[in-house]
């Protein structure tokens, strides 16, 4: 489908909306709740409630985190705040300079979760949301995701080793409200983090 499709509830009831092929945006602007069961490759805009799973959502869909947390001992611990922010898609751009290969170490689910309800989002478990990893720092090295130290996250999916120049997407889902999974989708060359 190519082009915008909008639709005016003034209008009438709208109750379904059957969408097949590629769409970039789904707009409201007077508080309809929308419910999507499909993948949004572009923007979805809500300027009203969003109810997802029957939970109405405030917060920003998506969220920019740059990360320039000093290294210990070639490790960078990441915060909840971190890694969340936007209900749709993260991007966690790591600036921090290395001299060396590093870990990413992931903080706990549950410090992930205080962080959703701190940015204005009620966490569900089956919740899932896009986070992309970028390696823009200044140097040569790659760094590696890891789980936190109670390994609440499950990491899975192919290598977790971000190079420079390069970021990789995880589908994250939180399966409870203290454990999750953060499965790879794939590592991507970047000319510029966002």
Not at 76 to 97: K, P, R, S, Y
Not at 122 to 132: H, N, Q, R, S, W
Request: charged share 10%; aromatic share 6%.
């Amino acid at each position: 489908m190519a082009g915008n499709m909008f639709f005016d509830s003034s209008k009438g009831d709208v109750n379904t909306m059957n969408i097949t092929g590629a769409f970039k945006s789904l707009s409201t602007s007077d508080g309809l709740t929308v419910g999507v069961n499909a993948s949004v490759g572009g923007n979805l805009s809500v300027s009203g409630t969003l109810t997802v799973g029957g939970v109405a959502q405030a917060g920003p869909a998506h969220a920019y985190n740059a990360i320039t947390t000093a290294v210990g001992s070639n490790n960078i611990n990441l915060t909840g705040a971190n890694i969340t922010g936007g209900w749709l898609l993260v991007a966690a751009d790591v600036q921090t300079v290395i001299s060396a290969g590093c870990t990413l170490t992931l903080p706990s689910v549950a410090a992930t979760v205080t962080a959703m309800e701190a940015a204005g989002f009620t966490p569900i478990a089956g919740m899932t949301y896009e986070l992309d990893v970028y390696n823009d720092q200044s140097g040569s090295y790659n760094f590696t995701l890891t789980a936190d130290t109670g390994a609440t996250w499950t990491l899975a999916g192919t290598a977790q080793t971000i190079a420079k120049g390069t970021m990789r997407r995880y589908l994250v889902t939180l399966t409870s409200l203290t454990a999750g999974t953060m499965q790879s989708l794939g590592e991507f060359t970047v000319a510029a983090a966002p």
